[in-house]
């Protein structure tokens, strides 16, 4: 399995803490955001990793990481063009890399500590479809894409942002697809807001009735807000003091 950490964006909702440095580079506790992202491929067993970001960012991250060796990766860095472009529109820059192995997308401001090996080994048994991961999230109307599944984890059905939610399973920026993805997302046609949206894609496996989801049990979409980036610094010090992060 390959994997891709996307660290791009405009990052406008940051600003001016954005205006000097990417976001992902921001603090979260002891150390920088991107490095949840690389520890969680670490110990899911990816080996490869190709970084997106903007092109004015790609030294930044160079400097930092380097080659990925510290976190016993081989890291690779690209540039997406279009930093509107969406989550899709970033995936296609891994299709070089990935060839027909499956691929794990990870978004570089999700801060979590599930330990996604397990669920590597189970898909690499198999190598199609596609799963998504979920957290279980009180307010659920008006943030988040809502999940639905059946008992077994099989999805049932994605929403955006819906008024009347049939789960409480928040999407988070994790996934994991099967080498048919490319193909899928080169279907896509962007949505109105101009870009390709991830849960079209996701759709697309759903419709196919091959997508999963698991639950887990702490996460975080630290890039969102000013509040959002406070509660990760304040809920990864108390996981590290409890040695859970």
């Known amino acids: 399995m390959q994997g891709l950490i996307l660290a791009g964006g405009l990052a406008t909702r940051l600003r001016p803490l954005t205006l000097v440095t990417n976001k992902h580079l921001l603090p979260v506790y002891n150390k920088p955001m991107i490095y949840y992202s690389m520890e969680a491929m670490q110990k899911a067993g990816v080996k490869e990793v190709l970084l ?3 092109g004015e960012s790609v030294a930044q991250f160079a400097n930092l990481l380097k080659s990925g060796e510290e976190f016993g990766l081989h890291l690779y860095y690209a540039v997406q063009q279009n930093p509107k472009g969406g989550i899709p529109d970033a995936m296609m820059l891994a299709e070089e890399l990935t060839k027909n192995e499956s691929l794990m997308v990870i978004l570089g401001d999700n801060i979590f500590n599930f330990n996604l090996r397990k669920v590597v080994e189970e898909f690499e ?10 957290y279980r999230v009180k307010d659920n109307q008006h943030q988040y894409g809502i999940v639905e599944t059946d008992k077994d984890g099989r999805v049932l059905s994605i929403e955006e942002k819906p008024q009347h939610p049939k789960s409480d399973i928040a999407q988070t920026g994790i996934y994991i697809y099967d080498h048919n993805v ?10 109105p807001r101009g870009e390709l949206e991830v849960t079209d894609l996701n759709n697309i496996y759903l419709q196919k009735k091959n997508l999963r989801c ?3 049990d702490w996460w975080i979409d630290a890039g969102t807000s000013y509040d959002e980036l406070l509660k990760a610094n304040i809920l990864a010090e108390k996981m590290v003091r409890e040695g859970k992060l």
Do not use: C, M, N, W
């Open 182 to 191: 490319f193909d899928y997302i080169r279907t896509l046609r962007p949505s």
């Open 125 to 134: 048994t198999v190598k199609e479809g596609a799963v998504i991961f979920g």
């Open 52 to 54: 997106t970001t903007s």
């Open 214 to 216: 698991h639950v887990i």
